[in-house]
């Protein structure tokens, strides 16, 4: 069902640097802005990243976005034990006319 | 702050009708600026996208193609929220069920989720 795809976990120990990929197409990340959503078990998802690479208030500087073409990621550097949790990218797909999710990313900080 | 509430059924029986009110705070329903969507969690779909409302010179919708028969979403000015109906309901449509606010091309303040089973 999700238009986008990402790795389903990804791993570090703490103070390591973490990447996690975002595949999508033409009709959405090619078109529209990146964001990325950070949810703990039992929460709704938190806004962690928009407009590719903005952090909204409140948002630790380790956490950083990019994009390429029809693909992007989420680097947080300096990993916490905080940070283990779903991570979910997103955009808006122009063709679905619908906002569309990644298949989500479990971060396992070891 | 904006702030997002929702209140509804959390057992729908199969063939019948799913509601949830999401009230709003911190913003207004009517705003030019933004659209009220909802979207859906489940561990079959992952998130899901349903639809939104907004008002920029009249009322519009947008809704998903995967319930576009089935959905609606109204706004409740004199209460400042907005609901979601979905018809038909069956086990498929167990989910955790979010309200949320989309700002230009960004969902960024969502309600606290609530979990609709579907089951007689």
């Known amino acids: 069902q999700s238009v986008l795809t990402q790795p389903p976990s990804a791993s570090g120990t703490p103070g390591q640097r973490v990447t996690i990929s975002c595949s999508g197409s033409?009709?959405?990340?090619?078109?529209?802005?990146v964001k990325w959503y950070q949810q703990l078990p039992g929460t709704a998802p938190k806004l962690l990243i928009y407009v590719n690479n903005q952090r909204p208030s409140g948002v630790p500087e380790r956490f950083s976005g990019s994009k390429s073409g029809t693909s992007a990621s989420l680097a947080i550097s300096g990993l916490q034990s905080e940070d283990e949790a779903d991570y979910y990218c997103a955009a808006w797909d122009g063709s679905l006319n619908g906002y569309v999710f990644g298949t989500g990313t479990k971060v396992t900080v070891l | 702050q904006v702030q997002l509430q929702q209140s509804g059924p959390r057992l729908v029986k199969p063939s019948q009708t799913l509601s949830l009110t999401c009230a709003i705070s911190?913003?207004?329903?009517?705003?030019?600026?933004?659209?009220w969507n909802w979207i859906r969690q489940s561990p079959s779909r992952g998130l899901e996208w349903l639809g939104r409302?907004?008002?920029?010179?009249?009322?519009?919708?947008d809704y998903a193609v995967s319930v576009k028969s089935r959905i609606t979403i109204n706004p409740d000015t004199s209460k400042n929220q907005f609901s979601l109906q979905l018809n038909s309901v069956t086990p498929e449509d167990t989910a955790v069920y979010f309200c949320?606010?989309?700002?230009?091309?960004?969902?960024?303040?969502w309600g606290q989720g609530t979990l609709v089973t579907v089951s007689s």
């Open positions: 033409s009709s959405n990340i090619g078109r529209d802005t």
């Open positions: 409302t907004y008002y920029r010179s009249k009322w519009s919708n």
């Open positions: 911190g913003d207004s329903v009517s705003s030019k600026s933004a659209a």
């Open positions: 949320a606010r989309l700002v230009g091309d960004t969902v960024d303040y």
